[in-house]
């Protein structure tokens, strides 16, 4: 049955919680144990069509000096994904979040709008599409690539698992937007330029790009950021 989003966000949290775990859904994730826990993200239809995802967590959390005993990572993806509108930074659109303890354990559910249109970088690159582009345009996604990490950066955000998959690209005629994925373990340092350099090293570290490629990147991330960064 596809989920009729405007009547679950009418109804009271506890209910509304069961019910959005309830939902049929295939899995695009399976459930892999770590952090003490469980997570793990289904497909689920709406009645309007739209493609939702909802990530089901079970025991899988975070610690930190506001949570020393534990809170869902679910929850601080939930912080990050709101915290992108001002930054000017592509996510998916949040429908619902929230999260309750059943017998001492956490269970957080986050529900989000699929991205239309977009792929990732490691789906454009599986499929060659890069070849259908062209240089001058793949260098011009590198460049978007690298301005909107910019700004998630400039909000002291690090992504802090930084992967071509995690990075999903739109491109339509001469327009190009880029937007940014799986934030779970993002967090915010004390200074933008310290999250800036841990997460170029990463992408870096997990990129196969020429040198006129990864320049591009660079071009398009210093233009933005309003800083250089040597030896990247």
């Known amino acids: 049955m596809p989920a009729d989003v405007n009547a ?31 997570s793990g993200v289904k497909r689920v239809i709406s009645a309007a069509g739209k493609m939702l995802y909802r990530k089901q967590q079970v025991g899988h959390i975070y610690r930190s000096l506001l949570h020393p005993f534990g809170y869902p990572t679910a929850m601080r993806e939930r912080k990050v994904l709101l915290a992108c509108a001002a930054l000017k930074v592509i996510v998916p659109a949040l429908v619902y979040a929230e999260c309750r303890k059943v017998d001492g354990v956490w269970q957080a559910l986050l529900i989000t709008e699929a991205l239309e249109g977009f792929s990732s970088l490691e789906e454009f690159y599986a499929r060659g599409d890069e070849q259908l582009w062209g240089e001058a345009l793949h260098l011009r996604v590198l460049q ?65 790009w ?7 990147f660079i071009y398009g991330y210093e233009t933005t950021f309003g800083s250089s960064f040597k030896g990247m």
């Open 8 to 38: 679950l966000l009418k109804l009271p949290n506890t209910e509304a919680f069961d019910q959005w775990l309830a939902l049929p859904g295939e899995w695009v994730e399976e459930p892999n144990v770590r952090r003490g826990g469980e």
């Open 144 to 208: 978007e690539v690298g301005a909107c990490l910019a700004r998630f950066n400039l909000g002291r955000w690090q992504h802090g698992c930084l992967r071509m998959k995690h990075v999903f690209v739109r491109v339509q005629g001469e327009t190009i937007e880029v937007a940014l994925l799986d934030l779970e373990k993002s967090r915010q340092r004390w200074r933008a330029k310290s999250a800036a350099q841990h997460d170029i090293k990463q992408l870096k570290r997990h990129s196969s």
């Open 210 to 216: 020429s040198t006129a490629q990864w320049q591009a």
